[in-house]
């Protein structure tokens, strides 16, 4: 079917339904007319009627007027607080003409077990509270998506936040209806992923899993009453990704996974496409760092299935996709991606940095050139060219270049790849000069990422350079700072 039949009013396939000329999917116009009508019915805008579901008002707009399909759980969602019996539903499976999976059901999926609990700590995390906000930004609420800012209660009313979340389950309040208790949580989230990327420490796992399973039982009391709880569940996906890395970096892979997989059944029933891309990109990482190369690779390649061919999902896909071709010894695919990753941050539009600000400005470059260091290294390192390897010390280089002050973990694992690049370039002196005045402060840290890349360093060095006097004394400091941490 040409654009011209399309655009003289005849239909056409698109992503596998029937189109008309001005763009609307035809099996959704009617969905659209019953949600415009719901929606009128309850006296809501499309504005007030995106915060309660979570979504910014112009996707309101466009699922009433049939330009854009809803995800299961969104249908559920607009059921529950438009009061629709069951309308809304039976179009949306209409509409559907290849199926469509039923939503996932929260009730099922919080109640059963969660990984960890067995760490009891206050629920005030000290230092992970720092400068605790007044407001979160424009990307950080899950509840008013879009909104130029929320406020965030007093620090004084943490100490109240188990109670409220405990309230907030007994009478299965709604989300919307406790706007300052979400707030509360997504604070709290915010202060402990600000401790996690500036400190070695760990220590506010406990109180990430404590809220957690709060949220969990507050979220299938709230199923159980009214329907899929879409906020509650994307903020739970997001606890679910700290939990996962802060497991992760203690070593416990497997409690890492398990928080992974809630949060991504999580995102996906919520429609929260950013969180999926993310907590995929951490089975990459865990899939890398458990020595299994073809998993990561699969796993990025999953990745590149959640986006478009462009954009910053794409981004993504390509620095994840360049470790895992790495791992598995395509060093064409590995530079090519490597390429790919980097044309690509640079053609990033404001659309895509307002979904990904994490990858603004100059930690953008640090995102991708850490990926490409550390791809072409472990390329370096199985076929032992030490041209690769130079490449790859350029790129640790920018990465550490882009390093804001008091990001220490991010700085250690920077500092030990750049060394490994050197020691796979044959630069023996530059890679001890790098490695040797951090080993104590890698050792102390106890954080897996770090411990892997000092590894990784510590068996280069001793396989090449093993009878080496210097090297013999970097060997004693690493093994006298890991007496001196203790076990």
């Known amino acids: 079917m040409s654009v011209q039949d399309a655009s003289a009013g005849k239909s056409g396939p698109v992503g596998g339904r029937r189109a008309r000329g001005d763009g609307v999917l035809a099996p959704w116009a009617e969905f659209g007319a019953q949600l415009r009508h719901c929606r009128r019915r309850m006296q809501l805008t499309q504005r007030q009627l995106g915060r309660l579901v979570g979504y910014h008002h112009s996707l309101i707009s466009k699922w009433e007027s049939g330009t854009r399909e809803p995800t299961a759980g969104v249908v559920s969602g607009l059921e529950h607080v438009l009061n629709a019996r069951g309308v809304l539903s039976a179009l949306a499976g209409a509409g559907d003409e290849r199926g469509r999976r039923p939503p996932v059901s ?90 996690a990327l500036r400190s070695t420490s760990t220590t506010a796992l406990g109180t990430v899993e404590q809220v957690l399973r709060s949220l969990a039982a507050w979220a299938e009391a709230a199923d159980a009453a009214q329907g ?10 997001r606890y679910a990704q700290l939990a996962g890395r802060l497991r992760m970096q203690r070593g416990q892979g ?44 699969g796993y990025a390649q999953a990745l590149a299935g959640l986006g478009a061919r462009g954009g910053w999902i794409a981004t993504l896909a390509h620095m994840y996709l360049a470790r895992g071709y ?46 490409v260091a550390g791809g072409l290294r472990d390329l370096a390192l199985l076929t032992g060219d030490r041209a690769t390897a130079r490449g790859a010390a350029r790129a640790a280089v920018l990465a550490l270049e882009q390093v804001p002050a008091g990001m220490l ?38 954080r897996r990422t770090i411990s892997h890349e000092l590894a990784g360093l510590h068996g280069h060095l001793t396989g090449t350079w093993g009878g080496l006097r210097e090297v013999r004394d970097f060997q004693e400091r690493i093994r006298a700072a890991r007496a001196d941490a203790g076990p």
């Open 409 to 446: 973990p991010t700085r250690l694992l920077l500092t030990l790849r750049l060394a490994d690049c050197h020691a796979g370039a044959g630069e023996l002196d530059a890679a001890l000069e790098l490695a040797t005045p951090v080993v104590e402060q890698a050792v102390a840290a106890r």
């Open 106 to 195: 929260p009730g099922a999926a919080f109640s059963g077990p969660l990984p960890g609990g067995g760490e009891q700590r206050p629920l005030v995390p000290g230092r992970a509270v720092d400068d605790w906000p007044e407001w979160l930004d424009a990307h950080g609420c899950a509840l008013h998506v879009g909104a130029q800012g929320c406020a965030v209660p007093p620090f004084g009313d943490l100490v109240l936040l188990p109670d409220r979340l405990r309230q907030a389950r007994v009478t299965a309040a709604p989300a919307a209806a406790e706007p300052d208790l979400v707030h509360l949580v997504l604070a709290l989230l915010d202060r402990c992923e600000h401790s």
């Open 254 to 297: 497997a409690l890492a996974m398990a928080w992974v997989a809630h949060g991504l059944r999580w995102a996906e029933a919520a429609g929260d496409t950013i969180t999926r891309v993310t907590l995929t990109t951490d089975l990459c990482t865990l899939a890398r760092l458990d020595g299994d190369g073809p998993s990561a690779l």
């Open 228 to 237: 899929p709880p879409l906020v509650l569940m994307r903020i739970a996906a």
């Open 326 to 371: 790495a791992a598995t010894g395509d060093g064409a695919e590995c530079r090519r991606r490597a390429s790919l990753s980097r044309g690509g941050l640079d053609g990033l539009g404001g659309r895509d940095l307002a979904q990904a600000p994490w990858l603004a400005d100059g930690q953008g470059q640090l995102r991708v050139e850490s990926a």
